[in-house]
């Protein structure tokens, strides 16, 4: 049972300013699996350093690997927790939503959430001297340092903020060309050769980077791909070894992430989400200590698999994702990260297929980093059979799907330099600092309205902040203008808007909001900036 096949295509229009005017998706029905296209509430990681209780937060530096966990350069677990951010494999050559905001505040914003990683998906096109990216907006001041760059120097300007950020970035080949999903690695338009000459050139271009740490090799191979068959010319796992020591040659820093495929032995699954054949046929590299495996899973919004009308689900599901890839983290063979799981949260089946593995994936607050990995698809609105975090007006967050993500969310990573974004991801050494103040402007008991200032207190300008607080009672934003939020429970955290980021010496910004009930008292506010 797999996939239909899916393809949200690529935008090929003007730049469009918000609202977003329309989001341009196809998808097709296929029987043989699906491609996916149109294709990160932070936690105390709760494990202890090496080190002890004054080492460095955990991430700085290229990761390893030991057993199942994930390593940064200190020997510190770490968690990726992260959002899929799609666009460079489609015929717009560029991530999406450019059209619509500033790549800084997108990546601000994805910090602000807790997102901790990118998952960056990639074509052999944007390799091509005559790809030339497009539907990016360059007006009121958006995206003009990306003004005459190809797609490859797109990619540096994005792994660059993101490093000042606190985020870390995975590259992922998703496809051969911007046409669609290939079974196998290579086509008789991108043969092997091309795969591995691009994958070498990425890793040569990022050698020095640790915001890059590491390249998905190939994204979810699938029927005729086998593992362990021997076959050189369908055999994912002598490919990857191909494909996994060419790139360490050039750049032995980095990891290295390996999916699965659609079946081994008569069993089969979803594309890439197979690798019951990793534990007898393990990838084995030139460089020890790298290799991470990566499935996707997915819900019924993608397709229906057997599984979910098993009379016992879901209590079933963590037998299902035990026998396909879960075992490999049970058993301390080696790390697991979930580099693709979504869905639309349209159906009960879907809700609970998400709450299930969520907890499977293990809550950093009990775990800490002794956890599964992951990357939700996606952060774009327009994945066709999965939706995203952002809602179509490439702004919003929906809260509701960002929501049964919190408790496996993690920390950011010590940051590159000067960037954007909440706590907890370092600034290079920045003096930015501010505070908030919180006033009621109107209480009617069932409702009220609310102020907040944000004042630059520090000794360098501002160029972002966010604002948290935790309610008293049971209030609930029903809406807020000047700035973004997300609210879990009882907790808040509003983002400063595109235009009110930027703060001087002294200065201030302010946004508002409504909520209901009324009659609450005020929350103890705390402001964070770089």
């Known amino acids: 049972m797999f996939r239909s096949l899916r393809r949200a295509l690529g935008v090929v229009a003007a730049a469009l300013l918000l609202p977003l005017a329309g989001v341009h998706v196809a998808q097709a029905a296929g029987t043989a ?5 149109a294709d990160v509430a932070r936690t105390a990681t709760g494990a202890a350093s090496a080190a002890g209780a004054t080492a460095a937060a955990p991430g700085a530096g290229y990761w390893h690997t030991s057993g199942r966990q994930i390593l940064d350069a200190a020997g510190q677990p770490v968690r990726i927790a992260g959002i899929n951010w799609f666009g460079f494999e489609t015929a717009n050559y560029v991530v999406h939503g450019l059209w619509s905001r500033d790549y800084k505040s997108m990546i601000d914003q994805m910090k602000s959430l807790g997102y901790n990683t990118i998952r960056l998906p990639y074509s052999d096109d944007i390799f091509k001297s005559g790809t030339v990216p497009n539907s990016i907006d360059f007006s009121n001041g958006k995206n003009t340092d990306l003004q005459g760059l190809n797609s490859l120097q797109i990619m ?25 999903q290939s079974a196998l690695w290579y086509t008789a338009a991108v043969p092997e050769s091309t795969w591995i000459a691009n994958l070498r050139a990425l890793a040569t271009r990022y050698a020095g980077q640790s915001t890059v740490i590491g390249i998905d090799l190939h994204n979810e191979p699938h029927d005729p791909a086998c593992w362990g068959c021997g076959d050189v010319a369908t055999d994912w796992r002598l490919a990857a070894q191909r494909a996994g020591d060419a790139v360490l040659s050039v750049n032995p ?26 534990g007898q046929y393990p990838v084995q590299l030139s460089v020890p200590n790298r290799v991470v495996y990566s499935a996707h899973d997915y819900a019924t919004s993608v397709a229906q698999q057997p599984w979910f009308s098993d009379p016992s689900f879901p ?7 035990d026998k396909y890839w879960g075992y490999l983290f049970q058993q301390n063979i080696a790390p697991v990260w979930v580099g693709e799981f979504g869905t639309t949260l349209a159906s009960t089946v879907d809700q609970k297929w998400l709450t299930a593995l969520v907890s499977y994936l293990r ?15 996606s952060w774009n609105p327009n994945s066709g059979d999965t939706g ?41 050494g920045s003096t930015a600092a501010c505070a908030a103040t919180y006033t009621t402007t109107s209480d009617w008991g069932s409702g009220f309205n609310a102020s907040v ?10 160029k972002s902040w966010q604002v948290k607080w935790t309610w008293p009672g049971s209030q609930q934003i029903t809406n807020m203008w000047n700035a973004t939020y997300t609210q879990s429970g ?41």
């Open 490 to 530: 009882t907790s808040v955290t509003a983002v400063n808007a595109d235009h009110n980021g930027a703060v001087g010496v002294g200065g201030s910004a302010s946004f508002g909001f409504g909520g209901a009930p009324g009659g609450g008292t005020a929350p103890t506010l705390s402001c964070t900036a770089t």
């Open 253 to 278: 820093d980095l990891l290295i992430f390996v999916e699965g495929v659609q079946t081994y032995n008569g069993v089969s699954g979803w594309w890439g989400g197979n690798l019951m054949g990793a």
């Open 33 to 37: 699996g699906v491609t996916r296209t």
């Open 453 to 462: 200032t944000v004042k630059n207190t520090g000794a360098s300008a501002l």
């Open 156 to 180: 540096d300007r994005l792994v660059a903020y993101a490093g000042q950020d606190g985020l870390k970035v995975i590259l992922d080949r998703h496809r051969p060309d911007a046409s669609a």
């Open 363 to 377: 809550p950093t607050s009990t775990y800490g980093a002794d956890s599964i990995s992951w990357t939700f698809w």
């Open 388 to 428: 995203g975090i952002l809602k179509d007006d490439w702004q919003t967050v929906d809260t509701v799907k960002d929501g049964y993500l919190a408790s496996i969310k993690a920390p950011a990573f010590p940051g590159t330099g000067t960037g954007g974004g909440g706590d907890g991801g370092g600034g290079g």
């Open 315 to 321: 209590a079933n599901m963590p037998g299902v994702w």
